[in-house]
């Protein structure tokens, strides 16, 4: 996709996604790929890109997590340690442009179901022992992580709410394991991406400054949780619009 054909209306956009997944601990990369769908960017050549900006917000609030102690590793490695390869393995699958169009698009309505119906996740109390926990967390893990790497998300949308329904954790560890969990499995498909020779055809360097704004406000003011939800809702609606659109010629 050539620089030049980059919808620039879309700019306040990416900021506006940024600010709302930081708020929750994450890096925002189905609201970036909902966009590029949107406009008609739906090529291979967008996965690395939304890869390169899920990875410069999720690190953000990975950081403020990471720093007020809210990360247990004990929590994230049984995760990781079957989704970083699965994530690279994804990111070095070839997958024709009407199959990844149709396979983001369910991707980019699970998100949707996620934002609209299940903003509140009730946590429970975690009483597994580690060995069940690991049996149960190293599949999962794996296949967030093949996801992550074929369409360009990080999966932290998903582990968030596993994991307080688990009762692994509370809400600021479960964003903190959350956010590294995107970090991580971002980089190990970009690197799956690259090695497979995908080039990065978008202005990337101005995308990553503007989100990278938006991460740093919507960490401030994640606090607020009325305009939050309302913004989840809103994003929840794009997803289901960005999504209908590219799985509807498989229905037709």
């Known amino acids: 996709m050539p620089t030049q054909e980059m919808p620039w209306i879309l700019i306040p956009l990416f900021f506006l996604v940024a600010a709302l997944y930081s708020s929750i ?5 189905s609201g970036y790929l909902a966009l590029f769908a949107l406009s008609g960017m739906a090529a291979p050549s967008i996965i690395p890109a939304a890869l390169v900006l899920n990875i410069a917000v999720a690190a953000i609030s990975f950081f403020n997590y990471w720093r007020g102690g809210h990360l247990s590793l004990s929590l994230l490695l049984p995760f990781v340690v079957t989704s970083m390869p699965a994530a690279y ?4 699958m ?4 009407e199959a990844l169009k149709f396979v983001l698009g369910v991707a980019l309505l699970l998100v949707a179901a996620r934002l609209l ?12 022992r580690w060995i069940q926990r690991w049996a149960l967390a190293a599949p999962i893990g794996f296949v967030l992580g093949l996801l992550s790497g074929i369409v360009g998300i990080g999966g932290g949308v998903f582990l968030s ?3 307080l329904l688990l009762g692994w954790a509370e ?4 964003a903190a394991v959350s956010s590294a969990f995107i970090v991580l499995n971002s980089v190990s498909g970009l690197i799956g991406h690259v090695a497979r020779g995908t080039s990065i055809e978008l202005p990337v360097g101005i995308l990553v400054a503007v989100v990278v704004l938006g991460g740093f406000l919507g960490s401030r003011l994640g606090a607020q949780r009325l305009s939050t939800k309302l913004l989840q809702l809103a994003l929840g ?7 209908g659109k590219l799985i509807l010629p498989w229905l037709v």
């Open 25 to 29: 601990g994450h890096g925002g990369a």
């Open 161 to 163: 709410p596993v994991i």
């Open 89 to 92: 393995l994804g990111g070095r």
């Open 117 to 128: 119906f299940f903003r509140e996740i009730p946590q429970r109390s975690d009483s597994m």
């Open 237 to 243: 609606l794009v997803l289901v619009v960005a999504g």
């Open 171 to 174: 809400i600021k560890g479960t």
């Open 94 to 97: 070839t997958v024709g442009d």
